[in-house]
């Protein structure tokens, strides 16, 4: 299994996204609800609120994704109201911690990420081109990113916790990777 890359060493390039990849990460971003409930369907309670050490369980990585929709959100009011940054996220991820996901069931998280994603792209398959082109600097990367490279950025973000997701799936069924 190839090692995965830490979220916080990842490093972003958005010179590849022309304008006319825009429906497709709008499409990306509509389906990852669907692919968080494919992985968590069927899956034992245990298995989904077990910790690996002090790293969160499954449903806490889905949650994770819920929790920060409104970040999402807050970024396309920002671009929305032409602000030159863009809202900072919390990086100790509070909201995660203090929201017990592993409390919860998982149809409830689910739903609610459902319901959340899908205002999110609703909101950008209105915008146009002009608007989707807009500017604003991020404040972690420090750097000028457009509304379509935000799109890239939070789905790439969604593709990095559901691939822990998997991990965890493969760690506790004892199968080989994949």
Known sequence: MVPRLDWMARTFSFDHLSIGMFPFL??????????????????????????????????????????????GMGRLDDFEAGRVALRPADMQNRKTYEANHNAKPIADILAAFRAARDEFVRRLAAYDEAFVQRTAVHPRLETHMRVIDLAFFVAEHDDYHLAIVTELIDKFSDRPPG
Not at 39 to 53: V, Y
């Open 26 to 71: 709008v499409e990306r971003l509509r389906g990852a609800p669907a692919r968080a409930a494919d992985r968590a369907r069927d899956l034992p309670r245990d298995w989904l609120t077990r910790r690996d050490g002090a790293d969160w369980s499954i449903q806490e990585h889905i949650g994770h994704l819920l929790d920060l929709e409104g970040l």
